[in-house]
Nanobody
Framework: VQLQASGGGLVQAGGSLRLSCSAS????????IGWFRQAPGKEREEVLC????????YYSDSMKGRFTISRDNAKTTFYLQMNDLKPEDTAVYYC????????????????????WGQGTQVTVSS
């Protein structure tokens, strides 16, 4: 059971990136999926979550209208589309999946026991 994140890189402010997270060893049906990020010197924070039923939760108003989470269960892959990137979005981004969360998103404590990707670096230059 593994997640593999990819798609990070260096982009100028105002640019876009799409991160991908591929699952192996399990399917994403009935899983909540999520993206987290950790900036240098800061704690890991939640970015977005999508329940198994497709409802999205944003954890910061600054990401609304700029970040979108999507999933392709058939391909066992989910995505984070990031537009209008800002230097403060610079961080290592992690993907996670947690089974048996069809209608709600896990709490932080519940995410801990989910499956996690290894992280992908996103750097936004000003």
């Amino acid at each position: 059971v593994q997640l593999q994140a990819s798609g990070g890189g260096l982009v100028q402010a105002g640019g876009s990136l799409r991160l991908s997270c591929s699952a192996s060893g399990f399917t994403l049906d009935y899983h909540a999926i999520g993206w987290f990020r950790q900036a240098p010197g800061k704690e890991r924070e939640e970015v977005l979550c999508m329940t198994g039923s497709g409802d999205t939760t944003y954890y910061s108003d600054s990401m609304k209208g700029r970040f979108t989470i999507s999933r392709d269960n058939a391909k066992t892959t989910f995505y984070l589309q990031m537009n209008d990137l800002k230097p403060e979005d610079t961080a290592v981004y992690y993907c996670a999946a947690r089974g048996s969360f069809y209608y709600t998103c896990p709490s932080l404590d519940q995410w801990v026991s989910g499956s996690w990707g290894q992280g992908t670096q996103v750097t936004v230059s000003s």
